[in-house]
């Protein structure tokens, strides 16, 4: 090949070489991340979780470990969605600056949507060489899914709440003022979590279209009270019943309740926690 020739490649290639990188920095390094997709989701489509029906939404529990360390992260009822990921975001006290907060979390990208149940373990602080540092102070807990079905992906955030009670007998209630639980002494401490399940669990026997939103659990390690505690939780319709479901026993009872029309809420009383259903009659 002689040299003309040679140099007419090399000149070439060049060119080609520039070509491409005008055309990566003008489509690709440019783009602004507003118009970056979300992973996995092709259309760029995002929704809430409101456009899924009820019985198709993931049921979620969140359990406390005895000491509080630890919560256990349950999700059932996953078959609706090719994907499923989750963020379990907290404000702590901040171990450095006393008084003040700092948000920690953890996410999760290891669900299986085929599995009858998602099941992990989060730690709330740190662990090294198997000394655990648990957080304190643990507030404003919020739990986002992010459900991915074909090339939409729905979003929910939902609100935790880690609480003490147990040793004296103590009323507990979520962030919102929605329910309230007046737990009898149980002889010592424990943690527990109430919560918004997102989903409902599966097997009620009422109409799942005349479930009154949120729906709310309360779940701990706890045993079953020796004596009843009262539940009440607002509602706006006057007729309107009252269902529970035990995770630990897997077992739905509807719940002898009473309507107060001027608290707008519904009482009753439970042997245990649970996660607590109210339907109205439409």
């Given at each position: 090949m002689d040299q003309s020739r040679k140099n007419k490649y090399i000149i070439a290639a060049v060119v080609f070489v520039a070509l491409l990188l005008g055309i990566y920095f003008l489509f690709i390094f440019k783009k602004s991340p507003g118009q970056i997709k979300p992973r996995g989701v092709e259309s760029g489509e995002v929704a809430e979780i409101t456009d899924i029906e009820l019985a198709k939404r993931p049921y979620v529990t969140l359990t406390p470990t005895s000491d509080g360390a630890e919560i256990i992260i349950s999700i059932e009822n996953m078959a609706a969605f090719d994907r499923i990921?989750?963020?379990?975001?907290?404000?702590?006290?901040?171990?450095?600056?006393?008084?003040?907060?700092?948000?920690?979390?953890?996410?999760?990208?290891?669900?299986?949507?085929?599995?009858?149940?998602?099941?992990?373990?989060?730690?709330?602080?740190?662990?090294?060489?198997?000394?655990?540092?648990?957080?304190?102070?643990?507030?404003?807990?919020?739990?986002?899914?992010?459900?991915?079905?074909?090339?939409?992906q729905y979003d929910s955030q939902t609100p935790w709440d880690l609480m003490r009670a147990g040793a004296a007998g103590t009323a507990v209630s979520d962030r919102s003022g929605n329910i309230t639980l007046k737990i009898p002494p149980l002889g010592k401490n424990y943690w527990l979590i109430l919560s918004d399940t997102v989903g409902v669990p599966q097997g009620g026997t009422f109409t799942i279209e005349n479930v009154t939103l949120p729906v709310y659990g309360v779940f701990s390690v706890a045993p079953s009270f020796k004596s009843s505690a009262t539940v009440t939780i607002k509602s706006t319709s006057e007729k309107s019943s009252l269902f529970a479901f035990t995770s630990q026993e897997n077992k739905w009872q509807e719940i002898k309740s009473q309507y107060l029309p001027?608290?707008?809420?519904?009482?009753?009383?439970?042997?245990?926690?649970?996660?607590?259903?109210?339907?109205?009659?439409?």
């Open positions: 990921e989750y963020e379990l975001t907290y404000q702590a006290d901040n171990p450095t600056s006393p008084g003040t907060k700092i948000q920690r979390g953890a996410t999760g990208t290891d669900i299986n949507t085929k599995d009858p149940k998602y099941k992990k373990s989060i730690l709330l602080g740190t662990a090294s060489r198997g000394v655990r540092n648990p957080d304190t102070g643990v507030t404003d807990g919020i739990l986002s899914l992010h459900m991915i079905k074909g090339d939409t001027s608290a707008k809420s519904l009482t009753a009383n439970v042997s245990g926690l649970a996660t607590f259903v109210v339907v109205s009659s439409k």
